[in-house]
């Protein structure tokens, strides 16, 4: 058990920290959140400069084009790129974190090759096309189809909570090309197939969430045209394909989210000193109390890391774990926020009301808590599935 | 001793609901929610309201008043808080008899909270208490325009503070409602979700919060005690705000979506607890009573 | 709506508390917890009390020997009891309140003849027979057979939880007289039999809580014979009986205990007053706030009794709403009680500390909360059952 | 950076387990516990324990003891928390190498806590702190006799909340693994209980404050800091506290029963929990140091 960065590690944080120290001040401003390609132009970007400077897929295997950086070097990364203030993955996120290690570990070699750098180098943008409005938590019920036509398959359906949709280039997407029987459970049935977005019979349609801000979409699929060629993985052998892909964990999904958490709290502490609030005790503890949750949610992910770094990788189902108790103190920490401002919590132009409601989410996206604690008690704790 | 509701508090609970339903529609609601940035408030309802008896409820029938009780105007007040009906209701019912034109929906009146918060400043006819200085703010909730005054003054008043709980129980049973009703309708893994525990035992306990907070503010209203309506109002805003987040999470994906009226209750619920007195004081007020 | 007692309500509680006052005073010392017999004895004693002064059986029909009051008359009479520090029912829990009433509504005139007015005037002690170590919340699925010999029924099983079978008379007893089979489901198949304590094969062994207790035991019973006569309602109709039994519901249930518990809290605040934890601004105001909560369930008590006074005592289920609530804030009392005391919450002879031992079993006895909860959901709110 | 443990950290986490599993298993446990009312000290375990430097782990070599650090004596407490070893043994591990004997578990010492709280003084050689004008008290954990002190002094001794914290951990751990396993032998309803949504989250949650908690009591150990260790002790109160709560839930009726160790280990984590610094000491200093 030890907490002590290695010699190499140190100097790789010491490397990144000048980096960014020298780069940030370059960067052109931030765009506007409604401006799409504002955005996609400036995410791209930052993505080419980490690529200039061999950050670019820190944690993607050498031969894939990464930097096969460990577990732990990916957790300072992520751990310096939030303290410095730098930007966040935005568009690049499901090329660098999704599609992009799903090829990496199953496509063919002319898959590698033709998808791979242009995430790498920050050309070309991803988005993910898997829930649909009558799949979310049972995924694999999904029902959009593909329908082989001599060398090419036609995709007709409608996908839901697509980030970033508006200014892909390619949709990781899971279609059923045989439909569920009695001999074929849902699982099986489904391909994974690179749309290209611009694909006659795509139409994207932005999603309002109730924070009021359109950061997903809606996509319906008209008879689209989609090439066997961009099928990776065989036929029907999607789901696994997939999962690979969802349970690339190393324990650093949340690094930059609880770095933040404690920065916010800190915030929060002076905004309370600052307007009276501090003195309520019960607040006051209730402060301090979440100074303890993500100090213990730091060391949380530092043990996750260390087992990932040990095991090489391997999924681990101590994510589930993890998102659970943090999401539920991330809500916890907006619920406090909006305690410390009191009526300036109605206030949406007032710093964490809108963090507040995106809060709302995290006990439902990427797995409802309900899904998880499902998972830790059916695949960690071994408890038999309901009948 | 009958604490049930009277036949005729029952036809006047159904009335009221059907009014609104009649009236204030979901296609209403979603019409202000989906509109401009800024909702509008509709006159001609308001004065619909008036001829109903909403705010003259409990005004002496000598006066043009309909000489109804406190009972009445909270089952009242729990129906506009289901059907989620804009507007500064608890200023103006309140202002009866006080203001010209409040009893018949004619005059809109709004109020300073105790907290400096301020609903529906623009379209209102008459303010109560000192909104000089008050700045618009962007409010929380689509459905209630916001100013903040300085500092508001003076103690909540008490009256204010269990018709607004009556609406967070109508807010609170409606939450319910919605969640079962999905719940029932929605299929994950072969069947509806409903039938899953987890999601079973969530909208339970909304039931639980909501029948508590129900017995809490229906006694409020019978003994107009004022420690009795912060009780109320404690119980009340936890079951509004609890339910809706409750219901959300029943909802999955979908609950996070501006379509759902999920985040619409939510957020009415944020605004009402903001008003009258805060939790801390209430629980302060029952330490020093025992 | 409406919350004034009636005045004739008024004068039940008058004429009650008169002679409570003049009771009260002349009952013997209370028994040690440990002797039974003296328990039994005292129990009865005060049943006799009651029957004299025309209390007994106050909620009983009036063609079974009770006094037919109202649920209002029962409210008032349970706060009235309480508030004077009259003993609790004891002994006569279960011939009052759940084998009385069934017999009093399926049984046969000669049945009721012989078993209502032992009851009432507090002759014998009823305990009840229903759990069995494999068949707790799934009450049904229980196992002690009953085996028809002649005119008697041959029975053997254990059961567990019966209170005061030690100094028990009879013992309501579910038995299965019908095998489960496909045809015949676990609900069918159970009778219900009045089983005389003394009867060759019954073997009752304390049964130690965590509180340290002996307040219930198990029951052993090895060829049991019982007469056939003893049988209350048609042979494998017991479910049904039993439920009328169970459902017996005028919102009372809890009417004791919530005028308890708003006592303990007040001393509570006494104590913790004295002790210097008063200041502890978290503490007072979790105190506060369980003020708040008894008091709301209090008025939940009275619109629970109302409501059962309306619809002339129909069973309801908001019994379990009330339950689940209730049960959690009293455990919430108990603990804020450990707070109060400090380290003098480990010492077990400081008032408080046994109680919430005791308060352990309150999510767990007469139904889990996660019974309670799909009680709710499913016959409330109408949520399917589960696959 | 390697937070995990090392490959002799797991080889001291098992050589512990298997040492207490033959010498203090389920029926030595049970032995005590429906013993007669005052639980004795086997002194005689006691020894061997020490000679298999459970109490001179941290020693230096040079002083005849194991030469190990913080993260190792929580591992091996961790485990005696798991097994509800009764006994002073944080107080006479803390004294090895400063009172004779204690070291090889020849003398047994206690120590008063900052509550004034005196665990096994009867059954202890040496006490450290002053225990003048103590008074027995009948402990709610009927395996650890207890005496109340007249208002304990100064500050809690890290170190001791560090252990203590361990134990809460290991009793959090066991108790999880307690539900899981009645989970899976008890049938309601046709199907194991732990096939019911509820149940199983009930075990999620579980395993999820016990997880956090280990994160946790093994960062303090390797930091020794103390505002650290203060964070491990909330964390592992609350896990072993909460852990055994469910953990009765879960088990029904059977747990309410004193044939379940169930209560043995919701009484020690009570025990343990009051003990050190109260969690409102902890979050104000936490708070403070925003």
């Known amino acids: ?387 | 001793m009958d604490f049930q509701l009277t036949e005729d508090q029952r036809a006047l609970q159904s009335g009221v609901r059907e009014l609104l339903a009649g009236r204030f529609g979901r296609e209403a609601l979603r019409a202000l929610a989906d509109g401009p940035e800024q909702p509008s408030l509709d006159r001609e309802l308001w004065r619909e309201l008036g001829a109903a008896g909403f705010f003259a409820l409990r005004l002496p029938e000598r006066d043009g008043g309909v000489g109804l009780g406190l009972p009445e105007a909270v089952l009242a007040f729990e129906e506009a808080g289901r059907a989620l009906l804009p507007g500064p209701l608890v200023a103006t019912h309140l202002a009866a008899g006080e203001v010209e034109g409040a009893a018949t929906g004619d005059t809109v009146v709004t109020a300073v909270d105790s907290s400096g918060l301020v609903p529906w400043l623009d379209a209102s006819d008459v303010v109560r208490g000192d909104a000089a200085g008050a700045v618009p703010t962007r409010s929380v909730d689509p459905l209630t325009p916001l100013h903040r005054a300085p500092a508001g003054v003076g103690a909540p008043d008490p009256l204010a503070v269990l018709l607004t709980a009556a609406e967070q129980l109508g807010s609170s049973a409606r939450s319910c409602e919605t969640a079962v009703r999905y719940a029932r309708e929605r299929s994950q893994f072969g069947q509806p979700i409903g039938a899953f525990q987890a999601v079973k035992h969530l909208c339970a306990q909304m039931l639980v919060r909501t029948e508590v907070a129900r017995a809490a503010v229906y006694a409020a209203a019978v003994t107009a005690d004022r420690a009795e309506i912060s009780a109320a109002a404690l119980l009340a805003d936890e079951a509004a705000v609890q339910g809706a987040r409750d219901c959300l999470q029943v909802h999955g994906g979908m609950g996070f979506t501006w379509e759902a009226d999920v985040h619409l209750h939510l957020k009415r619920a944020w605004l009402r607890a903001a008003l009258g007195p805060s939790a801390g004081a209430v629980e302060e007020e029952w330490a020093a009573a025992l």
């Open chain 1, 1 to 387: 058990m030890d907490l002590a960065y290695t010699e190499e590690e140190e100097e790789f944080r010491a490397r990144l920290r000048a980096w960014l120290a020298d780069v940030l001040p370059q960067l052109p401003p931030r765009p506007d959140p409604s401006d799409w390609p504002g955005r996609r132009a400036y995410d791209l970007g930052w993505q080419r400069r980490l690529h200039d400077a061999g950050y670019a897929g820190l944690h993607w295997p050498v031969d894939a084009g990464g930097q096969g950086a460990t577990p732990t070097q990916h957790l300072i990364y992520l751990e310096e790129t939030e303290r410095a203030g730098a930007p966040y993955v935005g568009a690049n996120f499901v090329g660098l974190l999704h599609a992009g290690p799903t090829i990496a570990a199953e496509g063919t070699p002319e898959q590698r090759r033709r998808w791979l750098p242009p995430i790498l180098r920050g050309d070309e943008v991803w988005c993910q096309g898997f829930s649909e409005p009558d799949a979310g938590s049972d995924l694999a019920s999904l029902r959009t189809r593909a329908v082989r036509d001599g060398d090419h398959y036609v995709v007709s359906g409608s996908k839901i909570w697509t980030s970033h949709a508006e200014v892909a280039d390619w949709c990781e997407l899971l279609v059923r090309t045989s439909p569920v029987t009695d001999e074929v459970p849902k699982h099986r049935g489904i391909s994974w197939l690179a749309l290209p977005m611009d694909a006659p019979g795509v139409t994207v349609r932005p999603l309002r969430t109730l924070a009021g801000s359109t950061e997903f979409a809606e996509m319906f699929l008209d008879e689209v045209r989609v090439p066997v060629g961009n099928r990776v993985g065989d036929e029907n052998d999607g789901w696994r394909v997939t999962m690979v892909t969802l349970s690339f964990e190393r324990g650093t999904a949340f690094v930059g989210e609880v770095v933040a958490c404690r920065r916010t709290l800190t915030a929060l502490a002076a905004e309370a000193r600052k307007n009276g609030r501090w003195d309520d005790a019960v607040l006051r503890r209730r402060l301090g109390r979440l100074n303890v949750e993500f100090s213990a949610l730091w060391r949380l992910t530092q043990w996750n890391v260390s087992e990932a770094q040990r095991t090489g990788g391997v999924p681990g189902t101590g994510g589930s774990v993890f998102k659970l108790r943090y999401s539920h103190a991330r809500q916890e920490l907006y619920d406090t926020a909006a305690e410390v401002l009191g009526p300036d919590s109605l206030d949406l132009d007032r710093e964490w009301n809108l963090d507040r409601l995106s809060s709302l989410s995290y006990t439902i996206a990427a797995g409802t808590s309900q899904i998880q604690r499902n998972i830790v008690a059916e695949r960690i704790l071994g408890l038999p599935k309901g009948r």
